[in-house]
């Protein structure tokens, strides 16, 4: 790097208005000399005000120091040349996030999905921006993109563990249980207790479980026998099983209903291996 400034420096000793070179010199100064990457950013743009990279770089320099307002001003400079500039819009929502202006970073969040829905550098914002506005269904939505494209990710993971547990979702579907799998299989990321609430919760709501845990009396013998068998064969239920020793009240009930039905031998022998497992 130093050989690189040394080197544009030269040139631009030789060619002063080359704006490029000013450009370059701020990127290269950027990380070790924040005075003198404003000063080549600023030459930059008084050379040329009409290359949407000074500005954008100079937004950045502000936004990497703290100085939110100055990077805004600038990321929307880069906008006003360019109206499909993407990384500017995501900065912006990124500012934004750290402002708590979740309207604001959605907004611009929106405008790059308009642009182009498949930029995935967006998911994680957008993830992140929907939980904090209480919208958990497309938090989860953003979420499980980004497991399917990072599926090894713990980052991503544990974000997904935070939504699952301050929202409940509305029913546990194919790809977000094989996400909830991907999150108890992976060390480091989450306790399994602090999950098990919302899980079941969602599980409860699908399959109806609150009318078993009740006890019903309208329920025939016949259902409970399919309902358990559903259970035992959920793979996230015996996850939980395995790995959260002491469940919530509710799930202590079913549990314990499940022992009975077990003990009044309502299942076929072709289970035995499941009920096994169980026990």
């Known amino acids: 790097k130093d050989l690189s400034k040394f080197n544009f420096e030269k040139s631009l000793s030789l060619y002063s208005s080359n704006y490029t070179t000013c450009n370059m010199l701020g990127v290269l100064y950027s990380n070790d000399h924040y005075e003198k990457a404003k000063v080549y950013f600023k ?33 929307k400079k880069s906008i006003s040349i360019d109206d499909k500039f993407i990384k500017s819009y995501l900065n ?20 790059i999905m308009k642009i182009d829905p498949n930029y995935t550098n967006a998911y994680k914002n957008l993830a992140i921006v929907y939980e904090k506005m ?6 989860l939505r953003y979420n ?58 969602a599980l409860f709501k699908e399959s109806n479980f609150n009318e078993i845990l009740k006890n019903n009396n309208n329920i025939t013998q016949e259902n409970y026998k399919i309902f358990y068998m559903e259970l035992l064969n959920n793979e996230v ?39 096994l497992k169980f026990q």
């Open 134 to 139: 209480g919208k958990c269904d497309e938090a």
């Open 144 to 201: 499980n993109k980004l497991i399917n494209l990072n599926p090894k990710d713990k980052t991503i993971l544990h974000n997904l563990s935070i939504i699952l547990t301050k929202y409940c979702p509305k029913i546990i579907y194919p790809e977000l249980s094989e996400n909830i799998l991907k999150i108890l299989e992976t060390e480091g990321v989450c306790r399994p207790s602090s999950l098990i609430k919302p899980i079941f919760l």
């Open 43 to 75: 030459k930059a743009i008084n050379i040329n005000p009409y290359i949407k990279d000074a500005f954008y770089n100079l937004g950045n320099l502000y936004k990497n120091n703290f100085e939110f307002k100055k990077a805004i001003i600038n990321f």
């Open 92 to 111: 912006l929502s990124s500012i934004y996030l750290k402002l708590d202006n979740y309207e604001a970073a959605l907004e611009n969040l929106e405008i």
């Open 237 to 275: 239920f015996m996850k939980f099983l395995e790995l959260c020793p002491i469940p919530f009240l509710k799930v202590e009930i079913l549990l314990t209903n499940i022992r009975k039905q077990i003990l009044m031998n309502i299942y076929d022998s072709e289970n035995n291996s499941t009920l």
